[in-house]
């Protein structure tokens, strides 16, 4: 049926030469690499405000992926959707605009401040199910695994209760041991 295939060709058709080719990797390259590398030079520093500048980007950029695994039956069908998200997470990253940092203060910070405790059970429950399909699928070794990820989840909600200086102590801890 010719209008069935105008359906499934339509995305492909919209999409520039660059959203076709490079959006992909160019993405990437502006939404992990760059952001990733600048991560990791923020925690060799002593000031927090790199540390927050990055923290706010991942839960913006988070969020968004969040969005995008929900919503990606329809992106593709948005007129350059790919190349209006590169500029997106150029904004978000790029030193003089600070464009996650507005986001997350603008937008975001009140929500998760609002809902928190809700969030905190919301995750929680989540685990819990996973540790229980993992029981209930793979017998014995999804115990062990079930094991392992109880001690991972208490050790990241216990570092989410934890104070800045707490957490550069541990941070310290962790690269004192990796360096061993």
């Known amino acids: 049926n010719a209008e069935y295939m105008g359906?499934?060709?339509?995305p492909l058709l919209?999409?520039?030469?660059?959203?076709?080719?490079?959006?992909?990797?160019?993405?990437?390259?502006?939404?992990?690499?760059?952001?990733?590398?600048?991560?990791?030079?923020?925690?060799?520093?002593?000031?927090?405000?790199?540390?927050?500048?990055?923290?706010m980007y991942w839960i913006v950029y988070a969020i968004w992926t969040g969005f995008e695994s929900v919503a990606d039956f329809v992106l593709?069908?948005?007129?350059?959707?790919?190349?209006?998200?590169?500029?997106?997470?150029?904004?978000m990253v790029h030193p003089a605009t600070h464009g996650a940092e507005?986001?997350?203060?603008?937008?975001?910070?009140?929500?998760?401040?609002?809902?928190?405790?809700?969030?905190?059970?919301?995750?929680?429950?989540?685990?819990?199910?996973?540790?229980?399909?993992?029981?209930?699928?793979l017998g014995p070794t999804g115990t062990m695994l079930s094991e392992k990820l109880s001690v991972v989840w208490a050790q990241i909600m216990g570092l989410l209760g934890k104070g800045k200086k707490d957490k550069q102590e541990m941070r310290d801890k962790a690269?004192?041991?990796?360096?061993?």
């Open 7 to 10: 359906v499934l060709v339509s």
């Open 14 to 55: 919209s999409r520039s030469m660059f959203g076709f080719l490079l959006s992909g990797p160019a993405t990437a390259a502006v939404a992990f690499f760059y952001p990733a590398f600048q991560s990791y030079k923020a925690l060799k520093t002593t000031s927090s405000d790199d540390d927050s500048q990055w923290l």
């Open 76 to 91: 593709p069908w948005i007129p350059l959707y790919y190349e209006l998200k590169f500029l997106a997470v150029l904004w």
């Open 102 to 137: 507005y986001l997350y203060l603008a937008f975001l910070k009140q929500y998760f401040e609002l809902f928190e405790s809700q969030l905190g059970q919301f995750l929680t429950q989540g685990v819990n199910q996973v540790k229980d399909q993992l029981v209930q699928v």
């Open 175 to 180: 690269f004192d041991k990796a360096r061993e």
